[in-house]
């Protein structure tokens, strides 16, 4: 990814406004803007799975996380390389729009990161995300609705169980918000879905405030570990 980078500005030198498609690295003309070229958007938006999460009617991911999708996400997350959010954003507010969810009445809500975690990392990579995809569909970003209240240890190195503890409880609705979402279609939105802890706690939280319905949209679904699926027998369905 360090190298695209320069790539892209050696580009940029000899042919002044040329870009590279961020998964294929071919030049883009037209397609900059979404930094995404034609035939990639077509491939990936074959790869997208849908999945049953707890109390979430379902959890769409756009790609596996591996690859050169899994190095975005940590590109976005550690190295702020918060242009990424353009090719991403725009692909899952394309599946967004193919499931017929792009209407004025859903409601976009990046899951939240506890406000020291935000701090720490300067960001929320979900909300970056749900802003990009908000712009791109014409909808608004809600990111007063959810709160997160609790400061969990890091999720990433704990399995399924002792996700779900850890977890549990740890979102809240904020109380002057909540008529927001009553009755209405909610559509959450990560960077990323491995046991589905995290969106389980948001739906329950969005749910005991009569959300109507609640599916959620990552860009990629990991798969737990083997030491994940050995505790908790739940294999990535
Ligand atoms: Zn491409």
């Known amino acids: ?5 320069y790539w892209d500005a050696l ?10 498609c961020y998964f294929c690295w071919r030049k883009i003309g037209e397609q900059k803007v979404r930094g995404v070229c034609d035939s990639c958007c077509a491939k990936i938006l074959q790869l997208g799975r849908a999945r049953s999460v707890g109390p979430l009617d379902k959890v769409v991911s756009i790609v596996p996380y591996e690859g050169i999708y899994r190095e975005m996400i940590a590109e976005l997350k550690y190295s702020g390389r918060a242009e990424l959010v353009k090719p991403l954003g725009y692909l899952i507010a394309r599946k967004i ?9 859903s409601v976009l809500i990046p899951v939240p990161l506890h ?6 990392r300067g960001f929320n990579q979900s ?56 009755g209405k279609s909610v559509i959450l939105i990560d960077d990323i879905i491995t046991t589905g802890a995290t969106l389980t ?6 749910q005991s405030c009569k959300a109507g ?25």
């Open 1 to 5: 990814m360090v190298w695209r980078n």
């Open 11 to 20: 580009l940029e030198l000899v042919f002044p406004g040329s870009h590279l």
């Open 97 to 105: 729009k193919a499931a017929g969810l792009a209407r004025k009445s």
């Open 115 to 120: 406000p020291v975690r935000e701090a720490e």
């Open 127 to 182: 909300s970056l995300l749900a802003r990009e995809i908000a712009g791109q569909l014409g909808l608004c970003c809600e990111e007063a609705i959810l709160k997160r209240v609790h400061y969990n240890a890091n999720q990433a190195r704990l399995g399924k169980r002792e996700r779900i503890c850890n977890i549990k409880g740890a979102f809240a609705v904020e109380r002057t918000q909540s008529d927001k979402i009553a």
């Open 201 to 206: 706690a948001c739906a329950e939280a969005l």
């Open 213 to 237: 319905s609640i599916i959620a949209f990552t860009w990629a679904a990991g798969v737990p570990s083997e030491k994940q699926v050995l505790q908790s027998k739940i294999i990535f369905e």
